[in-house]
């Protein structure tokens, strides 16, 4: 089974920028779709932004459209860039993996990556 490492997370002010990356095992290309999702303390996993395994394909979470820009960068990694943070946007921060067509349901995500702390100070 896939295995994925996320890295980048970190601590910013309100309206700054970080990239993830979360890095596979084994070849994602054609093979998986990639999600990131997100949790803040108290809170229920949030689908943030998922790509087709081909990369043709991608959606966003209506608070994140126009900040956020998810990509593949080459077979085995998926980033995240997040522009103009806000104080909101503080969660963990998760890389997920699925053979499935999907969207941002996280039920349908077989595969988690550990996750990275993302802190956006205002």
């Known amino acids: 089974q896939v295995q994925l490492v996320e890295s980048g997370g970190g601590s910013v002010q309100a309206g700054g920028s970080l990239r993830l990356s979360c890095v596979a095992s084994e070849s994602i290309y054609g093979r998986y779709w990639m999600g990131w999702f997100r949790q803040a303390p108290g809170e229920e996993r949030e689908g943030v932004a998922s790509?087709?395994?081909?990369?043709?394909?991608t959606f966003y979470a209506d608070s994140v459209k126009g900040r956020f820009t998810i990509s593949q960068d080459n077979a085995n990694t998926v980033s995240l860039q997040m522009a103009s943070l806000k104080s909101e946007d503080t969660a963990m921060y998760y890389c997920?993996?699925?053979?499935?067509?999907?969207?941002?349901?996280?039920?349908?995500?077989?595969?988690w990556g550990q996750g990275t702390q993302v802190t956006v100070s205002s």
């Open positions: 790509i087709s395994s081909r990369g043709r394909l």
């Open positions: 997920a993996a699925t053979p499935r067509t999907t969207g941002l349901r996280a039920s349908d995500f077989n595969f």
